[in-house]
């Protein structure tokens, strides 16, 4: 099990048919989660193919998650939340800037995934829309309009995603207050061989 | 007044102040559209941060669209329609074999755009979550279920971007039968200096 610090992020390497655990160890944080091709990081995950092919924004338990050449990278295999967002680019200085008005903004989600990223060739560039783990984005259909409320997970939550191919993977504890109920915590992951049996069983029920 | 074909796509060149006016000629016709930078294509329109600023899913007359960089492109200054997608990426031969179930699909946006983007060295890899000029997409708030209804777009009506920047820039007619109340229509483009006058006094002012 490893520990990513409040804001701070990690990058890791995966290979298919691994399955890559992330936990909300204190409850209420948001983990940003990117992943790339090992053999080819200009195949990257993409939340407008994902959305698409599954009909909604609301992934969990059994949905797919695509790449931008329309390849399965992931499956949410299973979810004790069953609330994530992936609509929204990782929080950066330009989002504390323009959205919430600090004048030092924090590097944000961007920032530790820049840094964590650098050392595999993924350039600041590469960072797409991240799938928003936890995050609890509320839309209103109506007027389109979007409220970021506190994560749903409780302490000690988790979802597991399997690899679908080998990547390159990022998670960061996220680094925005309003995302994650004001107070800033950590994220703990762990990559697993094989799924526990108690989970293998419920695999494909939202819990 | 250029004229783009049923299912195909153009890219062309824009400078800083001037205006781009998207019109439907025939009605219930979807636009995609992508923008870059014209100094350094590896900066692009960007769904997450301008969805993310704007706190709305749908933008329209006075909303600013936001590159990857977090500056602004294009502001809308003019929009008789009023509504638009910005949550799918371009429709595409994956798109039509997986969602639709084509057994010999189309090559979609997705391939309008790589063909007309190929001469300014942007690749497929670098096609983004486009922003969907005149697509309707129904979100279900509750369940995140998402619905692609016919376009809100009347026979002529236009919307207007100012340029924020150089750009280089692709529109399409799209090719998607369930984006288009299934029939394929054109789309006309106009790159224009100033804002017709009797423009200037509505802009700002929703259609």
Chains 1, 2 share one sequence.
Not at 59 to 71: C, E, I, K, V
Not at 153 to 172: C, N, P, V, W, Y
Request: a negative charge.
């Amino acid at each position: 099990m490893t520990r990513i610090s409040p804001r701070t992020g990690q990058a890791f390497k995966i290979k298919k048919g691994q399955f890559l655990k992330v936990t909300d160890p204190e409850g209420q944080q948001v983990s940003d989660m990117l992943a790339y091709n090992a053999e080819d990081t200009r195949e990257y995950i993409s939340s407008g193919r994902s959305i698409d092919f599954a009909g909604r924004l609301l992934l969990t338990t059994g949905d797919p998650l695509y790449s931008n050449r329309s390849n399965v990278m992931l499956t949410i295999v299973h979810d004790e939340v069953g609330r994530h967002d992936f609509t929204l680019t990782p929080c950066s200085e330009a989002t504390f800037r323009i959205l919430y008005g600090h004048t030092e903004p924090h590097h944000g989600c961007q920032g530790n995934f820049e840094k964590a990223l650098a050392p595999f060739g993924i350039e600041p560039d590469d960072i797409p829309i991240a799938f928003n783990v936890f995050m609890n984005v509320d839309v209103d259909g109506k007027t389109g309009k979007i409220r970021v409320d506190p994560p749903m997970s409780k302490a000690g939550q988790s979802t597991i995603f399997r690899a679908e191919m080998d990547m390159i993977m990022a998670l960061t504890a996220c680094s925005a207050g309003e995302s994650n109920n004001f107070t800033y915590k950590p994220i703990d992951f762990e990559i697993l061989d094989s799924l526990p049996e108690n989970l293998e069983q419920r695999a494909g029920v939202h819990a």
